[in-house]
């Protein structure tokens, strides 16, 4: 990688750390499904603009469905899923789990898109579940249910953004690929119509008992805007330039920001199990990713 993507990778782990804090921040109050949906409608509404602005051609040279499909996989099912851990689990928790995201890749790279699955590979895998495993059983928050259903939440999601990264390189990078900014406005838009549905029923079934106040709609708009519009740009840039598998590695760098904004902002307890686990899913990644590994 040249010097220009790897601070493209540290941008995005330190915007996606943050969004674990935002989302503890709302998901508590006004519930999952309005998360999810606001943090995917604002950053279309957003994106629309910044594009606009931009005066980017919009032609997504017949791409338009196959992106849309992209953004049900890639932000509105994780969006949905991280909004439901965030309720239950410490913003740290959740960025770590969230760093599980290049083992998900490698079983499903192995699995359905005929990349090489090496003894290193299937060890990282291994390590890096019982990292997972150390976090949820040792950590400073209680081992019951509401934990293990937040964790679930978050291994589903990495499960989604693996398949997303490779589908994302056979549908959109051939033929010349696709502007990284229509690639996150076509995404954001598919999310943002498959959730309206699921958002209308939610509100008229369980609306929710308050729709909060100034910090929890400021830290919608950094989540939408932010965390959600512009990382995309980003990461579809990584995609395309450096890869799915080394564009996953940005969640490596994420657990470090979102534990250090959730302790410092938010009081979140510590323990060793982020050490242990986090160590753990480190070893996890470095075999995984390690030098001779193809990831192209």
């Known amino acids: 990688m040249n010097l220009v993507d790897i601070l493209r990778l540290l941008s995005l782990a330190a915007i996606w750390g943050a969004s674990f804090l935002f989302m503890r921040i709302i998901a508590p109050v006004i ?4 998360t999810a949906f606001f943090r995917v409608s604002i950053a279309f509404v957003g994106l629309v603009v ?6 980017v051609d919009w032609n997504f040279r017949g791409k338009l469905k196959a992106v849309m499909v992209l953004g049900l996989i890639n932000s509105g099912i994780p969006a949905t899923f991280y909004s439901l851990a ?20 490698v079983l499903i790279g192995g699995l359905f898109f005929r990349e090489p699955l090496t003894a290193a590979k299937v060890s990282g895998v291994f390590l890096g579940l019982m990292g997972v495993a150390i976090l949820t059983r040792a950590g400073p928050v209680a081992f019951d249910r509401q934990l293990l259903m937040g964790a679930l939440a978050c291994l589903l999601a990495t499960t989604c953004y693996g398949f997303a990264g490779f589908l ?10 696709l502007d990284s900014r229509l690639s996150a406005l076509g995404s954001m838009f598919g999310a943002t119509l498959f959730l309206l ?15 909060g106040g100034w910090s929890v709609w400021l830290s919608l708009l950094g989540l939408g805007l932010v965390c959600t519009a512009f990382a995309y740009i980003l990461y579809f ?23 250090l904004w959730g302790a410092l902002l938010l009081d979140e307890p510590l323990g060793m199990a982020h050490v242990y686990g986090g160590v753990l ?12 590994v193809s990831s192209r």
């Open 31 to 34: 519930g999952t499904i309005p």
């Open 50 to 55: 910044i594009l606009a602005l931009m005066r």
């Open 86 to 105: 965030a309720q239950v689990l410490p913003a740290g928790y959740s960025a770590i789990f969230n760093a599980t995201t290049p083992l998900m890749g």
């Open 168 to 177: 994302t390189r056979r549908w959109l990078d051939h033929q010349g690929g």
């Open 197 to 211: 549905p699921l958002f209308g029923y939610s509100v008229i079934t369980h609306p929710p008992a308050s729709w």
């Open 237 to 259: 840039r990584l995609l395309s330039s450096i890869g799915p598998v080394k564009s996953m590695t940005t969640t490596f760098l994420i657990p470090p920001f979102g534990v």
């Open 281 to 292: 899913i480190a070893a996890a990644l470095w075999l995984v990713l390690k030098p001779g």
